[in-house]
T-cell receptor, first 114, second 114 residues
Framework: DTGVSQNPRHKITKRGQNVTFRCDPI?????LYWYRQTLGQGPEFLTY????????KSRLLSDRFSAERPKGSFSTLEIQRTEQGDSAMYLC????????????FGQGTRLTVV | GENVEQHPSTLSVQEGDSAVIKCTYS??????FPWYKQELGKGPQLIID?????GEKKDQRIAVTLNKTAKHFSLHITETQPEDSAVYFC?????????????FGGGTRLMVKP
């Protein structure tokens, strides 16, 4: 399968714990995006990378959220000191920089904070 | 920033009937409008998109129309089938070098009754 891969698919954590999610984009895609989707809503943009550079991070929800893409391939999204309001689906997408602009999404990581 | 409104929030049709979902956007500079289908527990899947230099695009049973003057676009599904049942999201973006930071509508839950 050459699509966007996200791990884990599900994560249950206790309030106050840190969590980290991983995204592996489509191999030739140099742009990678993180979105959050709460129940019954459309995805909400969080941040994006072009290769290893994080070009937009002003929409990360708080300073507890951070993302990295150290070698321009896979990316991680970390949430520190989780709160119940962080419970949501976290989606990763990737696209090419040039030419076709379609963004392809992974299956998402569903986070439940108890 | 961009704001996308989507209607209706739920739509129930009989198998074989047509379904129409409508979206409006606020930023007249937006020039790319994708539609995504999301099945339960999965990430959004791109089904069709349209750019602002085109008024209509069709792919088998699915078509999208765009009215730039009125700032609205619509998804049309003909000859609906039970497997079309899902949540559909419209999105809008101004394509610049800054990447695909999509703004999504709130979603339409389509139910196709056999």
């Amino acid at each position: 399968d050459t699509g966007v891969s996200q791990n884990p698919r599900h994560k249950i954590t206790k309030r106050g714990q840190n969590v980290t999610f991983r995204c592996d984009p489509i191999s030739e895609h140099n742009r990678l995006y993180w979105y959050r989707q709460t129940l019954g809503q459309g995805p909400e943009f969080l941040t994006y990378f072009q290769n290893e550079a994080q070009l937009e991070k002003s929409r990360l929800l708080s300073d507890r959220f951070s993302a990295e893409r150290p070698k321009g391939s896979f990316s991680t999204l970390e949430i520190q000191r989780t709160e119940q309001g962080d419970s949501a689906m976290y989606l990763c997408a990737s696209s090419l920089q040039q030419g076709r602009t379609e963004a392809f999404f992974g299956q998402g990581t569903r986070l439940t904070v108890v | 920033g961009e704001n996308v409104e989507q209607h209706p929030s739920t739509l129930s049709v009989q198998e074989g009937d047509s379904a129409v979902i409508k979206c409006t956007y606020s930023d007249s500079a937006s020039n790319y409008f994708p539609w995504y289908k999301q099945e339960l527990g999965k990430g959004p899947q791109l089904i069709i998109d349209i750019r602002s230099n085109v008024g209509e695009k069709k792919d088998q049973r699915i078509a999208v129309t765009l009215n730039k003057t009125a700032k609205h676009f619509s998804l049309h599904i003909t000859e609906t089938q039970p497997e079309d049942s899902a949540v559909y999201f419209c999105a809008a973006i101004k394509i610049v070098n800054a990447g695909n930071m999509l703004t999504f509508g709130g979603g339409t839950r389509l139910m196709v009754k056999p």
